[in-house]
């Protein structure tokens, strides 16, 4: 499941960390395989502005769950310094910490932080490479294009051998491309047709295989809302006026469009504004509407059905899970506890952290 820290008004942001553990605990009881946390910043679209910090609280507080990150938005911090505290992680819980980057999407981060937006790309590229060369090499030394560190050996070492599994966010043909040549799995939203999704899976195969990796073993993540009800309406109509808040504050924290025309390096981003408008999904309610209609929201029998169809079309048996579109702590409870014993069970899936 996704832990979102996002902070609506009628929480204090005490509430919102004590839920938030809440429901991690929860988690870990139900035997749900892995929490991920969601670095932001100046934004009540959530609350967590370092998810390393509150992945060492997590983990500390449960006993068999991985915890992961999504993400590290890497540009705004250093690589050896991601090393250690990732390798700290993975010793401290004996393999259940997951780093998952990215590179960053709302432009005050880039500003506050003092960090050139147009060279993201090429920034967590650097720190990604810096990164998986301390796991395999034992040496930070790196000269490039934006960054050049000495002869320095970061320690502890990990855990996990040979290398911690690293994952990266990806919707857009280039960083699909890199992530492959890589052989990093993706976390990927689960919005948008199904023939697109497979076209980026059909992509990052054909890549990865040209660079020796076998995209069978690679484990993919797909990442949606996700709520029960007794019927599909009142389930939508539970969460409908939720999700246009959170929605609404993304869009106020995010890129503009005016931004990212200026934006090489988030051109697919642009397109995807442009293939909003060109939908007519132009109002917050219209976008809201489409997240819905492709997300994992319905009565039992159409949770099952979607997650059925969207395995068996992509092939991807990894799911994140976003279960606070309630806001409402008991009913979020409520909903992880339907998935684990009336949704889940169907698709094959069993309780078990260590799997």
């Given at each position: ?8 008004d ?8 004590d839920?938030t553990?809440d ?27 370092n ?11 449960t ?8 993400v590290?938005?890497?540009p ?25 980057v ?47 560190l ?48 497979r ?7 054909e ?51 005016e ?18 408008a060109?939908?007519?999904?132009r109002t ?61 069970p ?10």
């Amino acid at each position: 499941m996704m832990l979102t820290t996002a902070h609506p008004d009628h929480w204090t942001e005490t509430e919102v960390f004590d839920y938030t553990m809440d429901f991690a605990v929860e988690a870990d009881t139900l035997g749900y395989q892995s929490a991920w946390l969601l670095e932001h910043h100046f934004t009540r679209y959530g609350l967590c502005p370092n998810t390393l910090t509150m992945a060492g609280y997590v983990l500390g507080r449960t006993k068999r769950i991985k915890v992961g990150t999504a993400v590290v938005v890497l540009p705004l911090d250093h690589p050896i310094r991601i090393a250690e505290q990732t390798n700290l992680l993975d010793q401290l819980s004996h393999g259940r910490f997951v780093l998952g980057v990215g590179r960053g999407y709302f432009p005050r981060d880039f500003e506050a932080f003092g960090v050139d937006a147009g060279k993201s790309h090429v920034i967590q590229s650097e720190y990604v490479d810096i990164i998986r060369q301390i796991w395999r090499e034992g040496t930070a030394k790196w000269d490039g294009e934006t960054i050049t560190l000495p002869d320095v050996t970061p320690f502890p070492t990990q855990y996990t051998r040979p290398e911690p599994v690293m994952y990266g966010v990806g919707q857009s043909p280039s960083t699909i491309e890199w992530a492959a040549s890589r052989g990093l799995p993706l976390l990927m939203a689960l919005i948008g047709s199904m023939e697109a999704l497979r076209s980026n899976l059909d992509l990052y195969r054909e890549i990865a295989e040209s660079h020796g990796f076998d995209p069978e073993s690679i484990p993919h993540a797909l990442c949606s809302v996700a709520h029960v009800a007794a019927t599909t309406q009142q389930a939508r109509d539970d969460i409908f006026g939720n999700m246009a808040w959170w929605e609404q504050e993304h869009d106020n924290a995010a890129f503009t469009m005016e931004q990212l025309e200026k934006l090489p390096n988030y051109r697919f981003q642009y397109g995807e504004w442009q293939a909003a408008a060109l939908r007519g999904d132009r109002t917050n309610e219209d976008f809201t509407n489409y997240a819905l209609e492709h997300s994992v929201v319905g009565s039992v029998e159409d949770c099952v059905g979607k997650l059925e169809r969207v395995a068996e079309e992509t092939g991807v048996r990894n799911f994140l899970f976003g279960f606070e579109a309630t806001l409402d702590r008991d009913r979020v409870l409520d909903t992880m506890n339907t998935f684990a014993t009336e949704v889940l069970p169907r698709l094959g899936w069993k309780p078990d952290a260590e799997a």
